[in-house]
């Protein structure tokens, strides 16, 4: 019996990870993979080849999907591809020594992200969005909403970095008083939260 039962277990967590044909179903999207981006591991969302290519629906947030990639871009460009609307952007990868683009855009109701190696949209990556059902976002919606998404990554990162540095001034007023020494590490740390969230309440 425990023979089954672990036999079940193993057959359920293998099928979470299909590992992909030429045609895959990432969310609603029908993709037809060249050879080259092949063999990957494919969940309802996403489809990834090792680190070099993938494709995800990011319906669920747009915002932390394209800020990091927007706030880093060495180039970007708007343009539509058989009635997609389409955000490109690139830049230099130094681990790999080579450039990394992402491409987002609109399919059906969706929003997906098509990133690989490289600073063009060759034909592959431009007949993979082709190929997906048209956008049923307008073109002014779906670029308004990526912008509006870029706003919020960034308005996120800065008041992160405005609590670590409000942190950090706290830390340096405690650690000037006299009686830091007798004070725990925790106590410390509770002290200047303390601190820092009743300013901000």
């Not at 023979?3 to 992909?20: D, E, H, K, N, P």
């Not at 990834?48 to 394209?66: G, H, Q, Y």
């Not at 830390?171 to 590490?185: A, F, V, W």
Request: glycine share 2%; with cysteine.
């Amino acid at each position: 019996m425990k023979r089954i039962m672990v036999a079940l277990t193993l057959t359920i967590l293998l099928m979470s990870f299909v590992y992909a044909g030429s045609n895959v179903k990432v969310n609603d999207a029908e993709f037809s993979l060249p050879p080259k981006y092949q063999g990957g591991e494919l969940d309802n969302n996403s489809y990834r080849l090792n680190n070099t290519f993938s494709i995800r629906c990011i319906d669920e947030n747009v915002a932390s999907a394209i800020g990091l990639w927007a706030s880093e871009k060495e180039f970007e460009e708007d343009l539509d591809i058989s009635n997609h609307p389409v955000r490109h952007f690139y830049q230099h990868n130094p681990y790999v020594n080579d450039y990394h683009s992402h491409a987002y855009f609109a399919s059906g109701k969706s929003v997906y992200e098509i990133a690989w190696t490289g600073k063009e949209i060759n034909r592959d990556i431009e007949n993979l969005i082709k190929n997906t059902s048209p956008s049923e976002i307008s073109e002014d919606a779906f670029y308004n909403a990526l912008d509006k998404s870029i706003d919020i990554y960034k308005e996120q990162k800065i008041n992160q970095l405005n609590q670590d540095e409000e942190y950090n001034y706290q830390e340096s007023k405690y650690q000037s008083k006299l009686h830091e020494q007798q004070t725990s590490d925790n106590s410390r740390f509770n002290q200047i939260l303390l601190t820092y969230y009743n300013k901000h309440l």
